[in-house]
């Protein structure tokens, strides 16, 4: 497990949350996208259904009551390693990878994560505060930027990144 991350966290809304930004984070530095200066429009949309699923997610969270769980809180549940940090061909992917990581840090590293579910506002207002971010990238920078770029002097700079997992029955 990386430094910045917990072995594991008592709330299993927090777990959940991220378990979807682990998976997020393994998707977009796969992504087709990671190889080269622009971002096709299908990673966008990729994109874009990963933050409204995270959106979804925490208004449901947030929807449900703080549960009292005398015989089964505190249970530590384990996380699943993070992704290694990466450093792709494509700038806007390693913007959006990196602020997925610092979510993910900053909410297994949270006072909610001590309880037995929901998050507690100010981590709500900081996980959002990301999410909310990465969309604006998204749509000011990403969808505004004239791209791909053309770097003929400095590409490529990173080696193409590992193939997409092939299943369980390869």
């Keep these: 497990m990386s430094e910045n991350f917990p072995a594991d966290v008592f709330n299993?809304?927090?777990?959940?949350?991220y378990d979807m930004f682990?998976?997020?984070?393994?998707?977009m530095g796969r992504s087709q996208s990671a190889p080269v200066s622009g971002m096709i429009v299908a990673d966008q949309a990729r994109l874009e259904s990963y933050l409204s699923a995270i959106r979804q997610a925490v208004?449901?969270?947030?929807?449900?009551?703080?549960?009292?769980?005398?015989?089964?809180?505190?249970?530590p549940y384990s996380l699943e390693a993070f992704p290694d940090e990466l450093n792709v061909e494509n700038e806007s992917i390693n913007v959006i990878l990196r602020l997925i990581r610092a979510s993910a840090v900053e909410l297994t590293n949270s006072q909610s994560a001590r309880y037995s579910s929901?998050?507690?506002p100010f981590d709500q207002d900081r996980l959002i505060a990301v999410v909310d971010k990465i969309d604006a990238f998204l749509n000011n920078f990403i969808r505004a930027q004239a791209v791909p770029l053309d770097l003929p002097e400095s590409s490529p700079e990173e080696p193409i990144g590992p193939d997409g997992l092939i299943g369980l029955n390869p």
């Design 12 to 17: 299993h809304d927090v777990l959940w949350l």
């Design 22 to 27: 682990r998976r997020f984070h393994q998707e």
């Design 59 to 75: 208004a449901w969270i947030q929807d449900t009551p703080l549960l009292d769980l005398p015989e089964t809180h505190p249970r």
């Design 118 to 120: 929901r998050l507690q």
